[in-house]
């Protein structure tokens, strides 16, 4: 049965629409994958010479022990970001005689159809061959390789399991990262235990007691099972319940009951985002680029030049990241817009109030980099009135000019659907627009002034929304029709 779902599968790429962009991008992700396992090998073969110049001090082998489970945390943390989701099309066989055992085992085993599981045997074996089959003969050597692809394994499942939850409840991905984060900390910036130590402390005694390779064998074996039946538990999620809801406003969250029409269009595009993995991904994102202030404001070399940048990425970062798609986040039911009793007003209006809101948000989150002093902040708050004015607008604008169509089932992970060349032609506005306004005042000594009109700008275009929209509205008018038949085009 499971050929036969690979056998469908293959079938449905060949005769998709796509099949030739879909293959060039398969080529070029092939070869750029090809071109990361080379490197990988390369480093393999030499980590003996790599091991030796970090830790002169240290035996290779005690050193080789303590870096594995290091490396088993950070592959993890990869895996929750990059790894796909194994998928198969379920609906089509739920009223066929298959059984769920069959469809569940085949999600389960093309899980296993992932770079990220040969990365450890390439970089590990290459060590394992060279030094420990040696001084420590066969059986230590197959001990350590088995339980190197154990831990693959379990990280794999373990990742997967975390994503399927999290498909569910977003806060469990966030949870996660958490742990993982803490997990760190406590070794490299509290000093409470060494993962080092730890790590040591098992494959050290698998070198003495190479029995010991059942437990990352075990726990391998449990976390495919409890993928296994987390998925037939789950298989039909989508079902339609056989009770009948009652009736009730489409925005559920209170806050955005007082806009009244327009909150009920913002709460919508919120169950998108939450409900669906890509947009999903750039909310995700937004969190995690709050931390980008770190990397600059803690270098003093960094001038206030870059503070424009951050600022205007950290409380901008979702208008960004989330409005580059603009309106192909609807692609599957863009023809309903169209002849819906939704002015397109009225939805341009929703937008907006979403930007707004969202970066008002992250402006908050931000507030905490008061610690690199006032000023930090000040020009924080002076790009989110600019992000709010002029970068809500361009990418508004952008988006009448976006005919490329998005699956929201698929993660952001290598995932080039939807990206064109307005995305490109984008960035370059959004970038150099505020440094075109600072920067000649900047070099004449007067960057508060700089500042001020950058903050005025992005008042005047706040207050004077009313207009944008209508000529947003005139300009979609003139190009819905292109924008439809390009969503259309799967």
């Known amino acids: 049965m499971i050929s036969t779902f690979f056998d469908h599968e293959l079938k449905a790429f060949w005769r998709s629409k796509n099949t030739g962009k879909s293959i060039a991008v398969k080529v070029v992700m092939g070869v750029l994958i090809l071109i990361l396992f080379l490197y990988v090998l390369v480093f393999g073969v030499f980590l003996d010479k790599i091991l030796g110049a970090m830790f002169p001090q240290e035996n290779l082998t005690i050193a080789f022990c303590g870096i594995i489970l290091v490396y088993f945390l950070s592959d993890l943390l990869m895996r929750m970001q990059l790894q796909e989701l194994p998928t198969l099309k379920v609906q089509p066989y739920l009223h066929l005689p298959v059984k769920r055992n069959s469809v569940v085992g085949y999600l389960a085993l093309t899980a296993l159809l992932s770079f990220f599981n040969l990365w450890p045997i390439i970089i590990f074996g290459p060590f394992i061959i060279k030094v420990i089959l040696p001084a420590s003969g066969a059986g230590v050597a197959v001990a350590f390789i088995i339980s190197i692809i154990a831990l693959a394994l379990f990280n794999n499942y373990l990742a997967l399991y975390i994503k399927r939850k999290a498909n569910l409840n977003g806060w469990i991905f966030l949870i996660a990262g958490g742990i993982l984060a803490l997990i760190t900390c406590g070794d490299y910036l509290w000093h409470i235990y060494s993962l080092k130590a730890v790590s040591y402390l098992f494959f050290g005694n698998l070198i003495i007691k190479p029995y010991l390779v059942l437990l990352p064998i075990v726990l391998a074996v449990a976390l495919y099972y409890v993928n296994f039946y987390y998925l037939k538990g ?198 150099l627009f505020p440094y075109l306004v600072y920067l000649p005042f900047k070099y004449l000594g007067y960057t508060n002034v700089g500042l001020a009109i950058l903050a005025v700008i992005g008042v005047a275009f706040i207050i004077t929304r009313d207009f944008w929209i209508k000529k947003l509205d005139q300009d979609f008018q003139t190009k819905r029709f292109k924008i439809a038949e390009g969503f259309r085009n799967k």
Not at 340 to 350: E, I, Q, Y
Not at 365 to 382: C, E, K, Q, S
């Open 234 to 431: 789950n298989l039909y999620l989508e079902e339609l319940s056989s009770k009948k809801e009652d009736a009730k406003s489409s925005t559920e969250i209170p806050f955005l009951g007082r806009f009244g029409h327009i909150g009920d269009l913002v709460a919508n595009e919120v169950k998108l985002i939450l409900r669906n993995k890509r947009p999903r991904s750039a909310l995700i994102m937004g969190l995690l680029f709050m931390f980008y202030g770190l990397i600059f404001y803690t270098n003093p070399k960094m001038g206030e030049g870059f503070k424009v940048f951050v600022g205007m990425f950290m409380t901008g970062i979702f208008i960004i990241n989330y409005g580059q798609f603009m309106f192909s986040w609807q692609a599957g039911h863009f023809d309903g817009i169209l002849v819906s009793k939704v002015k397109f007003t009225d939805f341009l209006k929703a937008k907006y109030l979403l930007f707004t809101i969202v970066s008002t948000v992250a402006f908050i989150l931000t507030t905490p980099y008061v610690y690199f002093g006032w000023r930090t902040v000040m020009i924080h708050f002076v790009m989110y009135l600019w992000n709010l004015g002029i970068n809500t607008t361009i990418v508004l604008y952008f988006a009448n000019r976006n005919y490329k169509r998005i699956d929201l089932s698929k993660g952001a992970s290598f995932n080039w659907e939807g990206v064109g060349a307005s995305q490109l032609l984008l960035s370059f506005p959004l970038i």
